[in-house]
């Protein structure tokens, strides 16, 4: 079975992807269950409408966050469960047919830093070990190749620093920069958060930043200005100042966009006008993710599907999201040369052709 799916054909990269929105809810259950703590409903079919959030039921970006709020305490400090999801997750992903993915995380929320009824303490390290063991042993197997981004939570800034620690530590076994994630608290960020993003800046850690999902464009600038954002998760909202979207597309700052999240969330009110039909139409470097497609119980192929009969993207338009996503992936040059050559191939380009030649090739 694992030859089928490593031997797969994989053309496509995903960059904003979060491995606690990625769990299959069978494998909380099983986790929850052989720990022996109390679930919140006692049947599989119960249990998995807790942890999951689907297309069509409207959440706002809080009632959304309150579903990893529910499952977190039946997983949290599981070391064993932790490495078994990061190994699940290649193999959802060379589903998918993704030749490169850049997962992201919050060590801490996956932590046991305060223990509780009897369960052992697990630091935020411990974590990032496991979750490197699971992805080492998954892409070996399923042909796929993942990096990590690790978390930094607007609820908890005081955990930023390590976060940048941690970075640095494991940046030779996978892990290749750092986000700030929940609630979009920017306005402005905390001091901790400023702190550990110039640090990371200095220290040549590449940054990703949520901003301009539920809250406005002038977070978009700040990531960019006061964090030193390279890339921006979501940034619908950019659209809401032109001149600070004026200045994001002459930066060449890459939006990762996710249509599936966006809706529910209610980020974005309407497929009609929906960001990333502008995004498309002004050739702005962005791709599309999945967010948290354990949550949502949409594939990368679900998205793509929406995206192009529901947003009237083409295939060009996905092809460059492939390419736009390598050339703004946090790989080493050397790598991200290497991914590009071979999603060419994937793509039947000439690999002579340049990164900035292919927009000619996808007017
Ligand atoms: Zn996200």
Redesign the pocket.
Known sequence: MSSAIRDLPKHRCEL???LD?SLRPQTIYDVARRRGLKLPAEEFEEFKDHVTCCYGTNKSLLEFLNVFYTFHPLIRGDTAAIEQFAYEFCEDEAKQKVAYCEL?YSPHYLAELKPRDGLPYVSAETVVRCVNNGLRRGCHEFGVKIRTILCCMTDHPEWSMEIVALADKFRNEGVVGI?V?GEEILDPPAKEIIDAFTRAKELGISRTV?AG?SGGAQNVLTAVEVLHAERI??GYHVLEDQSIYKKMKSLDIHF?V?PV?SLITRSQHSLEDHAIRQFDVDRVNYSLNT??PGITQKSLNEEHLLAVNQLDLDSCSLTRCAFNAATSSFLPKDEKQELIDYLKTMHGIPTETSVTSLSNLFP
């Open positions: 904003h992807v979060h929105g992201r986000d994630a949520h999902e998760g979501h990762e996710c999240t967010d948290d």
